[in-house]
């Protein structure tokens, strides 16, 4: 199977030569959708286009784009756009291509955003190892602004707009925005009591929308070309094009633009070539770490936001990470773990004693030292994590454990039974992390 | 007497940051100053973490917490290259660890540690969201692709090179 897009909406670069130029954009349509909404719209028909668009937040939790700009209080200012670009779950690298080859279309949605909100200010939060793609997203925003498009009194109206790229500094938990707020009032990202949200006080207090880079990378064609055009593509409740990361054991690992619902788990394989080692697929964690892990015989589902919900898992921010049949789940549920235990803020006890002892248990079965009341304890440790935290990230942690235990339980057993902990590709493992820790192990904060 | 060489060498990116943020809103900009400090200082040292909030009008604890909670801030000098190859879920399905025990090999050192002229710092870190082109690493934030024994080699020659 082919790449179903002959004509991307996203990923542009794939079409058109070096559209990361300003020149070459605005060639393609590049800008046209923002000149018509400062020139001929008002901020409410641009929320009503994209709210009728049905667009869903790419960031992963699915949330109508159009309702939460809708949320956002008039009388209120002022106003903030904050661009979600902190893009750290593993699997996950959509948004490295957006900003890195098609920037100005990043950009584009970014302002389309704000003006619909009435917002003046924007700032693209982007995780501080894109410090060299971010070049890419900078020189684009200077050409903007050289080129009028960004700045004060566009297109000879009295709207004036700034945006902003700020650095973050490696900390997952950055990209759950209110951590990401925090973060960009110069605080350690630590995330915040909701309500409120964001949306009546976010950065500064003020009201504020936090979007994913690649749901405002739509938003430049829907306002150009109306909500049935985008509709053109996907589900009445999942409408549109959706970037899907693809990674693991497949032969051509990258970037997939597909429309939603057409497609099944097992057609966004072979389009990724299938198989990369000769060994049949044993799984797919559809949305990173975080995500409920999907056996094989579930590859039927298609892809959109329901129907990953009628098999038990989640689209989420769509990163596909296929693995074949040599591996063992124990093994990659302690790689997700030591994954959570890194990122737990720290902030509440349940989440960062949880993570802990977790990975000591996995450790544990690594080193060859476990039993079977260890492959029991993890769901007593789960069950002290799971609906205690007071964020999303200390679920995230419970799924790699819960659902590798859920559809692989034959590997635990196996793992024990077999005596396959204490291997020395484990042993060396184990020892490369305590050895990372110990002398660059953080402190992190507790609160 | 404070020292203040940050505000000496680099006034003209200093006001850059400032201007991205309210006048009122001056703590935004610890983030981007500390990354200053570490290029000026090498890592986050106590002096440009003063200096830091002396520009910013908070207490200097405040920007250690700061420093201390994000793990791209250095607490101590690390080599002039900082070689950070990915060993998340992703890239080791797709050789990472057997990367890793070549990049070891050939410098010599092992993950965490810095080779004894300085010059080279080797560690492992989670998912740079390049997982398609894995094994990678960044050099100094710089993205190196589909590594291969033969690609490092060539990599650590030419930052070998470089200094001479
Ligand atoms: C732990 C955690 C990490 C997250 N990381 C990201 C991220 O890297 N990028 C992102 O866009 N959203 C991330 N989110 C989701 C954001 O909180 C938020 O829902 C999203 O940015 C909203 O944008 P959207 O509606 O366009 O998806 C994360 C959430 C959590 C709980
Ligand atoms: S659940 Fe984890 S990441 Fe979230 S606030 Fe608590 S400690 Fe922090
Ligand atoms: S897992 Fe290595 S870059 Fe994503």
Redesign the interface.
Known sequence: MTTPMDKHVLLRDEDVQDIRELAVYQANEGYAGWKKAVTSMKGEEVIGVVKDSGLRGRGGAGFPAGLKWSFIPKDINPKYVTVNCD???????K??QLIRNNPHQVIEGTALCCYAIGAHVA?IYC???????VQNLQKAIDDAYAAGLLGKNLFGTDYSLDV?V???????ICGEESALIE???????QPRLKPPFPAVSGL?NKPTVINNVETLANVPGIVLNGSAWYRQWGTEKSPGVKIF?????VKK???YELPLGKYSIQDLLEMAGGSSTGLPIKAV?PA??SSPIIPAVNFHAKLDYESMGTIGSVLGSC?W?F?DES?DMVW?AR??IR?FK??S?GKCTPCREGTHWALKLYDKMLSGEATMADVDMITTVNKQISGKCFCPLGEFSTSSMTFTLKHFRKDYEDFIAQGKGGSA?YR??LE??H??H???G????HS | MLNSMLKEKRSAEIEQILA?Y?PE?K??????L??LVQEEYGYCTDDGMREVAEI?G?DPT?VK??A??????R?HAAGKYVIEVC????C???GA?KF??YAEQKLGI????TTQDGKITL??V?????????PMC?VN???HYDLTPEKFDQLVDELKKRDE
């Open positions: 893009e750290s779950e593993p699997g996950t690298f948004d490295h700032y995780r501080g190892e894109f410090k060299e793609p902003y700020h650095l973050g500094a490696g900390a997952y973060s960009l009032e110069g605080k350690i990202g500064y990361s693809v990674s693991g054991h690992p990258d970037n964690l990173g770490s990163s990470i693995m591996v990659a790689k997700m994954f890194h990122e803020c590709a060396r493992e490369r992390d050895h990372m110990e002398l660059h953080q402190a992190k904060a | 991205k309210p809103r703590r935004s900009a610890v983030m981007p500390l990354y910013c908070i405040e917490s700061v201390g909670f994000y793990s791209m801030y607490k060993d998340d879920l992703p080791v399905l797709r660890d890793i025990d092992k993950a965490g540690e560690t492992t989670m998912c740079l969201a390049a997982c398609d082109r894995a960044q934030l710089n993205y």
